[in-house]
T-cell receptor, first 110, second 114 residues
């Protein structure tokens, strides 16, 4: 099935560092969502974006809806050990079907 | 804790068998979506039910079918299991009929087909 290009695939960082990941699509989307999935759990919604150019924060997390409507990025500032997990982007276009990225696996060294 | 539960947690079946996976949505949620997540992949949308009727479907064959009940529970049925059906199956509940409205995911059922 179709999946979005998400990068990087994995990251290993030191506690306190900032993290940046992005997601690109060949199609125009009306919605971008960012999720985090912990082992043995389902994804949890972090941030939802509904408008091109929109910049939204949720605590230490900031996400932006790209102006071209084909990309989005997620930043995490001052990472902490509990940020460990897999981060997924997901987007939806006019057909309203949610397409997911392959995920970015984040490891944080205390 | 999302209030969405799934059963069983793990399941092992053999090729050709049939399986039923169950999901209990948050109380009051009238939409449930089912996803297949293969190892190392993102979730793939299977279908969504809104007020007990199928409201949209991804690229999955008819042997994947579902039901939604008035008591906020739902089922995913898969017939004639194939090896590639081995995956984590996630359900997500929400309000309204938009595919990407805020969804609350359950922990998933890990299906292994031998």
């Amino acid at each position: 099935g179709q999946q979005l290009n998400q990068s990087p695939q994995s990251m290993f960082i030191q506690e306190g560092e900032d993290v940046s990941m992005n997601c690109t699509s060949s199609s125009i989307f009306n919605t971008w969502l960012w999720y985090k999935q912990d082992p043995g759990e389902g994804p949890v919604l972090l941030i939802a974006l509904y408008k091109a150019g929109e910049l939204t924060s949720n605590g230490r997390l900031t996400a932006q809806f790209g102006i071209t409507r084909k990309d989005s990025f997620l930043n995490i500032s001052a990472s902490i050990p509990s940020d460990v997990g897999i981060y997924f982007c997901a987007g939806a276009g006019n057909n309203r079907k949610l397409i997911w990225g392959l995920g970015t696996s984040l490891a944080v060294n205390p | 804790e999302t209030g969405v539960t799934q059963s069983p947690t793990h399941l092992i079946k053999t090729r050709g068998q049939q399986v039923t996976l169950r999901c209990s949505s948050q109380s009051g949620h009238n939409t449930v979506s089912w996803y297949q997540q293969a190892l190392g992949q993102g979730p793939q949308f299977i279908f969504q039910y809104y007020r007990e009727e199928e409201n949209g479907r991804g690229n999955f064959p008819p042997r994947f079918s579902g039901l939604q009940f008035p008591n906020y529970s739902s089922e995913l049925n898969v017939n004639a299991l194939e090896l590639d059906d081995s995956a984590l199956y996630l359900c997500a509940s929400g309000l309204g009929d938009t595919f990407y409205n805020e969804q609350f995911f359950g922990p998933g059922t890990r299906l292994t087909v031998l």
